[in-house]
């Protein structure tokens, strides 16, 4: 890293441990830190916008509520990082590691997490509307009252995710092991009976048409079917 860039983490350090009495707070907007080594750096609230930290080790690193906005973090370690409150939106995350990340609160809009390792992560409460989880590792993270809105979900693996309460509208569910075992709550559960309920499904064999009849046709199946109706009412009962 250059001389300046050190000053500036320096400086930025001493102005956390003082409460802003003495250094000053880092505006790294744009800054090449590529390859760089931040291992528990406190970046806590830093500027961070634009910067180029491709395959950069922020393993523990304190970046929250830090402005990460188009930040390049393609293959950077934030391994067990805190990017809590943090602006990731737009930000290119792209096979990079935040296993057991903590996410919670964090702007991940539109953010580029494809092929991410995501395994265990926080990401509670985080926003992803529009992010790109294609092919990203999710598994056992904690994605409870996330907002998933029109996320790209294709070939992630959600086994074993929380996704309670999660807003999955105008999202793709995978369908695929990956999402085996994912834990729902009543929302996702009647939504996605609420869908297979409304399948054609006249080109089916016989077996399958009657078993199909018994589920909604009885009244457990037309009970969870027809809840999704209490979250949303511009959706008709069967």
């Not at 003082?18 to 250094?23: D, I, K, L, N």
């Not at 509208?169 to 409304?198: E, T």
Request: charged letters at 25%; hydrophobic letters at 45%; proline letters at 1%.
């Amino acid at each position: 890293m250059k001389l300046e860039i050190i000053v500036k983490l320096n400086d930025h350090a001493l102005w956390l441990e003082t409460y802003g009495e003495c250094g000053s707070e880092a505006n790294l907007s744009g800054a090449n830190l590529s390859g760089a080594d931040l291992r528990e750096a406190n970046l806590r609230g830093a500027n961070l916008s634009g910067a180029d930290l491709r395959e950069a080790n922020l393993r523990g690193a304190n970046l929250s509520g830090a402005n990460l906005s188009w930040a390049n973090l393609r293959g950077a370690d934030l391994r067990e990082a805190n990017l809590r409150w943090a602006n990731l939106s737009r930000a290119d995350l792209s096979r990079a590691n935040l296993r057991e990340a903590n996410l919670r609160e964090a702007d991940l809009r539109w953010a580029n997490l494809s092929r991410a390792n995501l395994s265990r992560a926080n990401l509670r409460w985080a926003d992803l509307r529009r992010a790109n989880l294609h092919e990203a590792d999710l598994s056992w993270a904690d994605l409870s009252w996330a907002d998933l809105r029109r996320a790209n979900l294709h070939e992630a693996d959600l086994s074993w995710a929380d996704l309670s309460w999660a807003d999955l509208d105008f999202s793709a569910w995978p369908l695929w092991c990956g999402s085996f075992s994912v834990k729902v709550n009543d929302r996702i559960l009647a939504q996605l009976m609420m869908h297979i309920s409304r399948l054609d499904i006249s080109g089916c064999n016989p077996v399958a048409r009657y078993a199909f009849r018994l589920i909604f046709q009885g009244w457990a199946g037309r009970y969870l079917a027809n809840l999704f109706t209490e979250y949303r009412d511009d959706v008709g009962k069967i």
